[in-house]
């Protein structure tokens, strides 16, 4: 139930209300509870609410760090 | 990231997992708290990548797990008696209350409503006005605070005729009862109730209880990122809380969303199906909302209700058994047919052990 999914804001559509968007499909929701969202950042959604905005520099962080782990073993299996 | 480094990621995180458990010798049982975790745990196959003296059981963080079967039956008698419209989240429908469920009412020509969103019941409350419109409050910190900012769109629209009939719940009581147990190790902590709370709200479980928690995502890696923290964490002796989903839980939480919360809802006691009664566990309306009350505005009267006792959904949502060791599973309860609340949820840990087949005792 407390299922939440990033999806991107591509609008502002009212006081309050935003349109996200996600893989083409779009959907409005309230940014009541998320006041500082601006249009082109990812915000989690759940409920019909907007319930944080997506931190990219720490998103970007864990990529890394995955794909650091990856090569890291893709190294050892050509070796 | 394509599937094959993801999977690379995956073993290398595994095989920490592994050398850790091995060089800490003894067994570790691991609680994670959230229900949305039980099934992506499930669905991903993650136990299958764990070593033996490495147990994750189940916690109480399914809301339609937790919720009592008197809810159900108070639910449905409110919509009898006042010719209300229930407004629901679709988790609830099936779940069974001592005579029958929301399903069961609406085939009797009852109105149940689901929606996706709480804001939808404002919508049906305007259109159906007079009638009676009442939200089923169910829901942890994730879900409470977007009923409570509807609850404010409502009074600002001067909508009247909607009503919510609250059985929200707060995790921090809870998780304290749990910290206790000497034979848990540690908590994977909520991702999305942590976006509500930040992750700084569980130092009591380092300093009151010496227990270790990581707050984590939901991917599958995040999981295994946080299982090797917290691993890691419970061997060293010297627990702490970590913040493994750091992009988007941040240390003091969202701030707007907990004042939406205490601006409706006040705390209050709560019975959680598998825990009793804990004091401050749950929320109820301030005085200044107080029109939004369904308990006081639609009151009602049920008989307490009784639980198959049969059903081991008690034990299963404090971690202790397993559902494997229920003589219904997979017979008498099945998703089709649910007896409990923990296979009724599709988050609920029997119906994640159902659909996919999980082997015993892991
Ligand atoms: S299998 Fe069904 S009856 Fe058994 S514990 Fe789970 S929900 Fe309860």
Same mark, same amino acid.
């Given at each position: ?8 804001? *591509? ?8 349109? #996200?968007?996600?893989?083409? #499909?779009?959907?409005? #929701? ?13 915000? *989690? ?35 | ?23 800490y010798g003894r067994p570790l049982r691991l609680m994670e708290v ?329």
């Open positions: 139930m407390c299922l939440a999914v990033p999806m991107k804001l *591509i609008e502002i559509t009212g006081e309050g209300t935003g349109r #996200v968007d996600s893989g083409g #499909v779009s959907t409005d #929701v309230s940014l009541a509870m998320v006041p500082h969202a601006r249009v082109g950042d990812y915000i *989690i959604i759940h409920a019909g609410f907007g319930i944080e905005v997506l931190d990219r520099e720490e998103a970007q962080i864990r990529i890394d760090l995955f794909r650091e782990l990856a090569e890291a073993t893709a190294h050892l299996e050509e070796a | 990231m394509n599937p094959a480094d993801e999977n690379r990621t995956a073993q290398v995180l595994a095989r920490e997992i592994h050398e850790r458990c091995l060089s959230c229900g949305t975790h039980t099934m992506a745990i499930a669905e991903s196959g993650i136990k299958s990548l764990l070593p033996d003296n490495l147990q994750l059981v189940s916690g109480p963080g399914c809301p339609v797990c937790v919720t009592e079967k008197v809810f159900i039956d108070q639910a449905l008698e409110t919509g009898r008696r006042y010719d209300a419209c229930l407004v629901t989240f679709g988790d609830l429908v099936r779940v069974p209350g001592s005579s029958g469920s929301l399903a069961g009412f609406r085939s009797e020509g009852g109105s149940v409503r689901v929606v996706y969103s709480p804001l939808d019941a404002i919508e049906i409350a305007a259109k159906g006005a007079p009638r009676p419109v009442v939200f089923l409050g169910v829901g942890f910190e994730t879900t409470v605070p977007t009923v409570a900012a509807t609850v404010k769109v409502a009074k600002t629209r001067g909508v009247t005729n909607l009503f919510v009939l609250p059985a929200f719940k707060t995790i921090h009581r809870p998780l304290e009862v749990l910290a206790a147990k000497v034979d848990l190790h540690g908590f994977l902590l909520p991702g999305h109730v942590s976006a509500i709370l930040g992750s700084d709200c569980y130092r009591y479980l380092v300093t009151d209880y010496g227990k270790p928690g990581v707050v984590a995502g939901f991917e599958p890696l995040d999981i295994l990122v946080a299982l090797r923290d917290l691993v890691t964490l419970a061997a060293s002796g010297s627990p702490d809380i970590v913040n493994d989903y750091r992009r988007v839980v941040r240390p003091a939480g969202n701030p707007t969303a907990q004042a939406t919360i205490y601006e409706v809802f006040e705390e209050a006691d709560a019975s959680w199906r598998g825990l009793g009664l804990i004091p401050g566990s749950g929320l109820k309306f301030r005085p200044e909302y107080a029109s939004f009350d369904a308990t006081t505005r639609l009151q009602v009267e049920v008989p307490p209700a009784k639980d198959d006792p049969r059903c081991l959904c008690a034990a299963i949502l404090t971690g202790s058994r397993t559902p494997d060791k229920c003589g219904l599973f997979g017979r008498e309860c099945t998703p089709e047919e649910p007896v409990g609340p923990c296979m009724v949820s599709s988050e609920g840990t029997c119906a994640a052990y159902y659909k996919y087949g999980l082997a015993a005792g892991r």
